[in-house]
C-alpha cells in the first residue's frame, strides 16, 4: 500500500497515458473514415494499397502515415488547442504560415518571389498583345492582398517593387494604376 500511496502520480500517469493511446487506437480502428478535411479545405488521405514494391520503396509507410493524420480521432481539436497554445501561451504570430494581428487574420506572402513576379508580367504581356493588339485601353491595377493591410510595413510584401516588376516586364503599352492607397482591409472582412 506504501509503494501505491509513494508513486500515485506516476501511477495515474501512465493509467491516463494508456488509456488515451489504446482509446484513440480503438477509436481509429471503429470509427469511419473520414473523406474531406473541411478546416484545410483538402480531401483526406485514402488507405493506402500494401503491396511487396510500396513496402520496399516506403511508399507504403509514408502513405499510412498520411492517412492515419488525416484519420486521428479528434484532429480538429488537437489542431485548435495547438493553435491556441502557440497563439495564446508562445505568443508567436505566426501560425502555419497564417498570421494574427489586431486588424484580422492573412496568409504570410513575403519574401517577394522575383522570378515568379517576372513570369507573371510576361504572361501578361502575351495575353496583352494577343487579346488587345491595339493597346490602347489596357490598365493594370495592382490590388493589395489583406496581409498588406494587416501587417506592419517591415513585415510584409513589398508591394511597391512588385508592382515594379510588373510595370517593368510588360512591353505593351498600357496604364498602371496601383490601388493601394484607395483600398483598407475593411473589404476583405465586409459582412
Given at each position: 500500500?506504501?509503494?501505491?500511496?509513494?508513486?500515485?502520480?506516476?501511477?495515474?500517469?501512465?493509467?491516463?497515458?494508456?488509456?488515451?493511446?489504446f482509446?484513440?487506437?480503438?477509436a481509429?480502428?471503429?470509427?469511419?473514415?473520414?473523406n474531406?478535411?473541411?478546416?484545410?479545405?483538402?480531401?483526406?488521405?485514402?488507405?493506402?494499397d500494401l503491396?511487396?514494391?510500396?513496402?520496399?520503396d516506403?511508399?507504403?509507410a509514408?502513405?499510412?502515415?498520411?492517412?492515419?493524420?488525416?484519420?486521428?480521432?479528434?484532429?480538429?481539436?488537437?489542431?485548435?488547442l495547438?493553435?491556441?497554445f502557440?497563439?495564446?501561451i508562445l505568443g508567436?504570430?505566426?501560425?502555419?504560415?497564417?498570421?494574427?494581428?489586431?486588424?484580422?487574420?492573412?496568409?504570410?506572402?513575403?519574401?517577394?518571389?522575383?522570378?515568379?513576379?517576372?513570369?507573371?508580367?510576361?504572361?501578361?504581356?502575351r495575353?496583352?498583345?494577343?487579346?488587345?493588339?491595339?493597346?490602347?485601353?489596357?490598365?493594370?491595377?495592382?490590388i493589395?492582398?489583406?496581409?498588406y493591410?494587416?501587417?506592419?510595413?517591415?513585415?510584409?510584401?513589398d508591394?511597391d517593387?512588385?508592382?515594379?516588376?510588373?510595370d517593368?516586364?510588360?512591353a505593351?503599352?498600357?496604364?498602371?494604376?496601383?490601388?493601394?492607397?484607395p483600398?483598407?482591409?475593411?473589404?476583405?472582412?465586409?459582412?
Amino acid at each position: 500500500m506504501r509503494f501505491f500511496k509513494r508513486n500515485l502520480f506516476s501511477l495515474a500517469s501512465v493509467f491516463f497515458f494508456l488509456v488515451f493511446l489504446f482509446g484513440t487506437a480503438a477509436a481509429e480502428a471503429f470509427l469511419p473514415d473520414r473523406n474531406y478535411i473541411v478546416s484545410e479545405r483538402r480531401l483526406a488521405a485514402d488507405s493506402p494499397d500494401l503491396s511487396l514494391s510500396s513496402l520496399r520503396d516506403g511508399d507504403f509507410a509514408s502513405d499510412f502515415e498520411s492517412y492515419l493524420l488525416d484519420n486521428l480521432p479528434f484532429r480538429e481539436s488537437f489542431r485548435r488547442l495547438k493553435n491556441r497554445f502557440s497563439h495564446k501561451i508562445l505568443g508567436l504570430s505566426d501560425i502555419d504560415g497564417y498570421f494574427l494581428t489586431e486588424n484580422g487574420t492573412a496568409k504570410d506572402l513575403s519574401p517577394l518571389n522575383t522570378e515568379l513576379a517576372e513570369k507573371n508580367a510576361a504572361l501578361i504581356d502575351r495575353i496583352i498583345k494577343r487579346y488587345f493588339p491595339e493597346n490602347d485601353k489596357v490598365t493594370l491595377a495592382l490590388i493589395p492582398d489583406k496581409a498588406y493591410y494587416a501587417r506592419p510595413a517591415g513585415e510584409r510584401l513589398d508591394s511597391d517593387a512588385l508592382f515594379a516588376i510588373l510595370d517593368q516586364g510588360v512591353a505593351s503599352q498600357h496604364r498602371t494604376d496601383p490601388l493601394l492607397p484607395p483600398f483598407s482591409l475593411f473589404p476583405y472582412y465586409a459582412p
